[in-house]
């Protein structure tokens, strides 16, 4: 069950662009490209003149990035986030008698349900809208929320967390917006 929230302040177009570019990208099991920072991941997708960039660096259980839109070769908008895995969260399985039946998940099934949840609700998660958007599959709850969206302006920011079984297992918070110049672009995009 998906419970929906408003879409923050994006034009139609570039926000359709975006939810390609995540499909392309991380979120669908894109295939990387050669990066342009030596130790990072880098996905693009390309329409036109219009390109979207996705470069992000993963340390011991964490991650950090930005993702960007590009016209010709001037940014318009962008977005950076940090996530990580809750590894108070990941010891309460361990822990006698907190959860002595229950296995923790692994990494890989954190960053596979986040993938699916990324693709099946790509209109909405990390856009920074108003409200929440919580998914649910089985034993496992998808939550982004809007901390805010910047009155209206070009920014926006949120969070998003993953439980699985009710506990907290990852983390992330994402911020961003269009940048000045792009604003006045979007209604030629």
């Known amino acids: 069950m998906t419970q929906e929230k408003e879409r ?17 990208g991380y979120a669908g099991d894109g295939k990387p490209v050669p990066s342009l920072v030596e130790g990072t991941t880098q996905f693009e997708y390309r ?21 960007m ?16 895995l809750s590894q108070r969260g990941l010891s309460e399985f361990g822990e006698r008698g907190r959860r002595p039946k229950d296995s923790p998940p692994s990494e890989e099934d954190i ?7 990324l693709r099946e609700n ?9 409200g929440t958007l ?3 599959h089985g034993n496992w709850t998808y939550l982004d929320e809007a901390e805010h969206d910047f009155d209206g ?9 993953i439980k699985f079984k009710g506990v907290p ?10 940048l000045s110049s792009g604003w006045a672009m979007f209604g030629r995009l």
């Open 134 to 136: 919580i998914a649910n």
């Open 111 to 117: 960053y596979n349900f986040l993938k699916k949840v």
């Open 47 to 67: 329409e036109g003149e219009y390109l979207y960039r996705d470069i992000f660096a993963t340390g011991d259980s964490n991650f950090g990035g930005q993702e």
């Open 153 to 161: 302006s070009v920014g926006f920011g949120g969070k998003e967390a």
């Open 169 to 178: 297992v990852y983390h992330l918070l994402y911020q961003g917006g269009a």
């Open 69 to 84: 839109v590009y016209r010709g070769d001037e940014p318009i908008w962008t977005m950076v986030y940090f996530g990580a």
């Open 122 to 130: 790509a209109n909405l998660a990390r856009f920074g809208g108003v």
């Open 8 to 24: 923050g302040p994006f034009p139609e177009l570039l926000h359709e662009f975006i939810i390609r570019g995540r499909r392309e």
